[in-house]
């Protein structure tokens, strides 16, 4: 009841920053200008940023046939710091999926309207994360030719899995992760692919949309069966989102490492990837919903809800770094308490104060009202909350790693070429991705933007009449 | 069972009427009155779900969650048995001395094959519930039709055999519907 009268309230409410969807809507129009995009050739705009993104690609093959040739020994890798750029790299790639997961499913369970402009584009962004997060375990593995090891398959070594390692749980979470999110993303696609396909002037996009579409043709019957299937999705990704950060953290906190082995990871690290992926959520959206004229269905209303999920994540962020330290003392372990020490004092302490300004400090901003319902404020802000995430797994990893249990033992972990490059080449990789996501498939899902426009149109009749008596 | 009047009355060429309604209420309201008439082998065709289409339609609870469920159940004990088997039964293996059958271990992984069989169950059991994909659908010889997914809210009812259709197309076009038309399956 209370989400009616929210939506209810959509038009009427002096409160309320902005409304869902601006302007006289309906189904024609919105097929109209949902669909616009993607006709549209692409502009000059859109091709340099495509050609940049490609450059990325380009330089992230190079840095695996390097890593591949070479082996782990082109990376910065050493003894003690065993983990470092891949594995950092890894836990932000998935974090960044995370938001999609969550907007997509948690807020869809949670009936959020303002949902429903956002889901696409971030379900979108959470598969190609986890496509490019997924490369770095396996290119660690050294030889990723036979990572298939590591599937429980019959074979000729006579060896199963070792299933009580958290690195084989990440193996099924991961790709449970990727598999499930892939089938939810599809399925809410079919419907506006069929869009696509009747909307379409040449025979050509005709065949090809009609290809993916299945042969959806809107009917009742499948509807019917639909709507469930979609919820049901929705009900198993929301506890799988959670499921896989916390067993992505395991992979620290079951070890025996001062600094990693703590029992707030899991929620600590959930509420990090949901902080990251948000934020980059925003730094796309920002100029997408500009560039392809989407800023009717993605309002002020969408960003600032957005940021203030940044804002409360963040806070949950700051409580963990407090009781991560708080714990390192209150232990009196003296190799735990070290461990936090050297964070703010040894040679990492740039990166620690970095992850502090970015992390803890930048969300804080978005109290001001102002703050949250300006566009440059918050692509800034973003792109901080973006390098102060990864400057977390950084200093998660390389600082517990670096002065370990012997001083005799002690090492300086410094990024090769190759780290560097690999890891700018997944930013591309997956810019890549995205922009041919932008340009080949509407990046607002079109059929339940028409659903919520239709749905508000009938709530808000009511209202007017109540306010009217 | 739905579908069996509409998938295997006739050995050739179905035939449909369609017509396409002002909005989704109207089509609603016409879903249930050309039933009433005893055409049973009725579909509607929208851009999004219709609120009380189901019930228009007749459908009953749908199949989806007891296919979730089967998947599901799968899923979780196919994963922990697995694990049981392969590291407690086969080829026990010790790590740092805990037991071979270690439960703690093998929750996470008999939760990510829960998830996973259940997902896989419900995407292919949709596809084979809509019977999709199907490349080929008679009503797709209408080009108006194609409004469908877009804009349209479209009623199609397809004949009995034998059925000229005559009765059908009046009922459509005096429930309010306009660009009624039929259609016949080509048969290749």
Redesign the interface.
Known sequence: MAAEHAAAAVAADPLDSAPLLVGKQ???TL?GNLLAHVWARPDKGWLLSFLIALSGSGALVLAITVTLAEGIGAWGNNIPVGWAFDITNFVWWIGIGHAGTLISAILFLFQQRWRTAINRFSEAMTIFAVMCAGLFPLLHTGRPWFAYFMF?YPSTL?????????L??DV??VS?YF??SL??WY?GL??DL??L???SKSPIQRKIY?IFA????????????????YL??AG??T??VL?VHT?VS?DFAVSLIPGWHTTIFPPYFVAGAVFSGFAMVMSWMVPARHFLGLKHVITMRHLENMNKIILATGMLVGYGYLMEHFIAWYSGNQFEWFVFFNRATGPYRGVYFLMLFCNVLTPQIFWFKKARTSIPIMFIASIFVNIGMWCERFVIIVTSLHRDFLPASWDMYYPTWVDITLFLGTIGFFSTLFLLFLKFIPAVA???V??LN?ELQHRTAPVTVVTGA | M??AAEHHAAPVGKTFVLGRFES?EALVDA?YKVREKGFEAI????????HG??E??G?GR????RI?LTGGLTGMFGGYL??VY??GL??P?N?GG?PPH?PP??I??T???T??L???S??F???A??R??????A??ESEEF??????GF?LSVCLPSGSDGKDATALLSQLGAREVSTVKESVE
């Open positions: 309906d189904n024609t097929t429980p006579e060896m199963w899995p070792q299933f009580k390692s958290p084989i749980w099924f979470a449970t598999t499930v089938l939810f399925l079919i419907p069929a869009s396909r009747d909307a009609g299945l042969g959806w043709r809107g009917s009742g019957r499948h509807w019917h069966n639909y709507k469930v299937g049901l999705l198993l990704s506890p799988l499921s067993i395991f079109v059929s339940e028409k659903e239709e | 739905e579908h989704g879903c579909d509607t065709h929208s851009p999004y779900p219709l289409g189901d228009a339609l459908l749908s199949r989806v969650p979730a697995m694990m392969m590291n086969n080829w293996l790590v805990r270690a271990s093998f996470p992984i939760f990510e094959t998830v996973l259940a997902s896989l419900i995407f059991g949709l596809l519930l809509m999709l994909p199907q490349p080929y659908h009503v797709f194609r409004s469908a997914v877009n804009d479209w």
